[in-house]
């Protein structure tokens, strides 16, 4: 009888269950950053960017013992403009440097100003984004007339003028760097870059402070900086990390163009700019390698970044699981 009131339940899932829908039903327990792992794996693109640019990178970190020569290593004029052979992979300049190890050199210049320009736009970017949609009023209003100045001023104008200023200015020196440093460059890019990051992260702010448990924290008594530290900002770390790979993107063109005007990183040093700059007198004269590795390898570390952006972008928005 206790039997027949009180039958035993099948536990088992159904053969015809999809493996994928099983899955499905224990997604909760299932934390968000392997969610995001997993939502990262799909975007195809994004994966085989981050192999390519780790390849580069982990090509450019070594480059003193990857590198068949030294950065600056002069082999004399006869062995200048060699075509891509055995002894210079990619061919050689005019004072006979080889093209590959100035490439491998100049990587970590360009990678330094695209990462370091990305760091500091988004700090910047972030305090300003968060103050501006945290507080709103009369500060969010001159906060973001302040960015609109930023963002309407023509951006190669900005550039030249900041980068000019140190040359005749004893405080731009002391406060930005000397011309053609790495400094300068990272201080010029931050400045025309940040500005994307904090109208992002402003928008984000005015949507998450308006959620209750914000207004929880306010009313038991916790602080501005307690609210914005520790539940505001947390919750827009996708969007910032998103916003800071696209800014290395744009970093590491913007060096590349200044340079190709000679506006960037010192001549004398190699960066993938500087490559491009050196190489522009020479594109009539059928030295065609000297112009197209430095633009293949400077397109191709662009692409890259763009592409883990789109997937990191996908990945740290749950709604794309929504959606499927």
């Known amino acids: 009888m206790a039997d027949t009131l009180n039958p035993p339940i099948d536990t088992t899932l159904p053969a015809e269950v999809d493996l994928d829908e099983a899955e499905g039903l224990v997604a909760e327990s299932v934390s968000p950053t392997r969610m995001a792992l997993r939502r990262y794996r799909r975007h195809k693109p994004a994966m085989i960017a981050t192999i390519v640019l780790g390849i580069v990178s982990l090509a450019v970190l070594f480059a003193p013992w990857v590198a068949p020569y030294g950065e600056n290593e002069i082999f004399g ?28 050199y100049g990587g970590r210049v360009s990678m330094l100003v695209g990462i370091a320009s990305a760091l500091s736009a988004g700090i910047v970017g972030t305090i300003i984004g968060s103050i501006a949609g945290f ?48 400094r300068l460059m990272v201080t010029i890019i931050s400045l025309v870059t940040w500005v994307t990051t904090a109208r992002l992260i402003r928008g984000q702010i005015l949507s998450i402070k308006e959620k209750e448990y914000i207004e929880s924290a306010r009313a038991i008594g916790a602080s501005d900086w307690h609210i914005i530290s520790r539940h505001l900002v947390p919750n827009t770390i996708g969007t910032i990390v998103v916003a800071m790979t696209f800014i290395v993107a744009a ?40 112009v197209l590795f430095p633009s293949l390898i400077l397109l191709i570390t662009i692409m890259c970044v763009n592409f883990i952006g789109d997937g990191l972008r996908d990945a740290l928005d749950p709604r794309q699981d929504l959606q499927k």
């Open 77 to 104: 004029a006869k062995e200048g403009f060699q075509s891509p052979n055995s002894k210079f992979w990619f061919g050689s300049d005019s004072l006979g440097r080889d093209l590959l190890s100035r490439m491998l």
């Open 135 to 182: 507080r709103g009023g009369r500060i969010d209003n001159t906060l973001m007339r302040f960015t609109d100045v930023f963002i309407g001023l023509p951006l190669l104008v900005i550039l030249i003028i900041m980068r000019q200023l140190p040359e005749t200015q004893d405080w731009a020196r002391i406060a930005f760097g000397e011309p053609g440093s790495i």
């Open 251 to 290: 970093a590491i063109g913007l060096e590349a163009t200044l340079s190709y005007f000679g506006l960037g990183i010192d001549p004398l040093r190699a960066s993938w700019g500087t490559l491009l700059a050196s190489s522009g007198n020479y594109i009539s004269s059928g030295y065609w390698w000297l």
